[in-house]
């Protein structure tokens, strides 16, 4: 049955004018995933990411890592949601300590979660179903023998876990917290659909790697 590793990108730029770009600390992060994901031994394995900059890069990065063949085209429906736009229309109350990472990331788990309780069509639902549909027409198009890596974003991989569980806005909203840069997620695919394996797996970049951690 096909393995897909679903892989958050490497350290965007947080606070500079352009976030979409990878930091130097997210390059090395995309090569030292390939470098984990070539020792899995994945059977032949199809790279695609989401159309951001920071999706292919990492994308490209890994697979060259792994020796991997060239990401395939990419797919907008793993594209990340646009946080500044959430932000901007769901404002929380003042979060607690200074501004910086922290500071955002209390404001941004108050804006997801009143995103996914308004449920308008062209919101969350549409977001989580399309994340969900884009790895089940991966996996459709895999054969029995081939597996698959999928770069993509926190909030991606989290509504694909959060569904696959059945969960709902907290546990998306928690998964989406505790998502890792290339952390990496396994769902299996089988005659029964697909089943979440393994969230954010980290191992990667922790022990003589840990200074390639991190969150944002």
């Given at each position: 049955?096909?393995?897909?590793?679903?892989?958050?990108?490497?350290?965007?730029?947080?606070?500079?004018?352009?976030?979409?770009?990878?930091?130097?600390?997210?390059?090395?992060?995309?090569?030292?995933?390939?470098?984990?994901?070539?020792?899995?031994?994945?059977?032949?394995?199809?790279?695609?990411?989401?159309s951001l900059l920071?999706?292919?890069?990492?994308?490209?990065?890994l697979a060259e890592?792994?020796?991997?063949?060239?990401?395939?085209?990419?797919?907008?429906?793993?594209?990340?949601?646009?946080?500044?736009?959430?932000?901007?229309?769901?404002?929380?109350?003042?979060?607690?300590?200074?501004?910086?990472?922290?500071?955002?990331?209390?404001?941004?788990?108050?804006?997801?979660?009143?995103?996914?309780?308004?449920?308008?069509?062209?919101?969350?639902?549409?977001?989580?179903?399309?994340a969900l549909a884009?790895?089940?027409?991966?996996?459709?198009?895999?054969?029995?023998?081939?597996?698959?890596?999928?770069?993509?974003?926190?909030?991606?991989?989290?509504?694909?876990?959060?569904?696959?569980?059945?969960?709902?806005?907290?546990?998306?909203?928690?998964?989406?917290?505790?998502?890792?840069?290339?952390?990496?997620?396994?769902?299996?695919?089988?005659?029964?659909?697909?089943?979440?394996?393994?969230?954010?797996?980290?191992?990667?970049?922790?022990?003589?790697?840990?200074?390639?951690?991190?969150?944002?």
């Amino acid at each position: 049955m096909p393995l897909i590793c679903l892989v958050r990108h490497g350290q965007a730029s947080f606070g500079a004018e352009d976030y979409d770009v990878l930091s130097d600390l997210g390059r090395e992060q995309a090569r030292c995933v390939g470098e984990e994901l070539r020792r899995r031994e994945l059977r032949e394995p199809l790279v695609v990411s989401g159309s951001l900059l920071r999706q292919r890069d990492t994308a490209t990065l890994l697979a060259e890592a792994a020796g991997f063949s060239a990401p395939a085209r990419p797919d907008p429906r793993l594209d990340e949601y646009d946080h500044v736009d959430l932000l901007e229309r769901y404002p929380g109350g003042a979060p607690d300590g200074e501004p910086g990472t922290k500071h955002v990331q209390q404001l941004l788990d108050g804006a997801l979660r009143s995103w996914i309780a308004a449920g308008d069509a062209d919101g969350w639902p549409a977001f989580s179903s399309g994340a969900l549909a884009a790895v089940r027409d991966l996996a459709a198009g895999l054969g029995p023998g081939r597996d698959a890596v999928v770069v993509s974003s926190g909030g991606v991989i989290a509504a694909v876990a959060a569904a696959l569980l059945g969960a709902g806005a907290d546990a998306v909203v928690a998964l989406n917290r505790a998502a890792v840069n290339v952390g990496v997620t396994s769902v299996l695919a089988g005659g029964a659909g697909l089943t979440l394996l393994a969230f954010n797996d980290h191992a990667h970049v922790t022990g003589p790697r840990r200074e390639l951690l991190s969150y944002r």
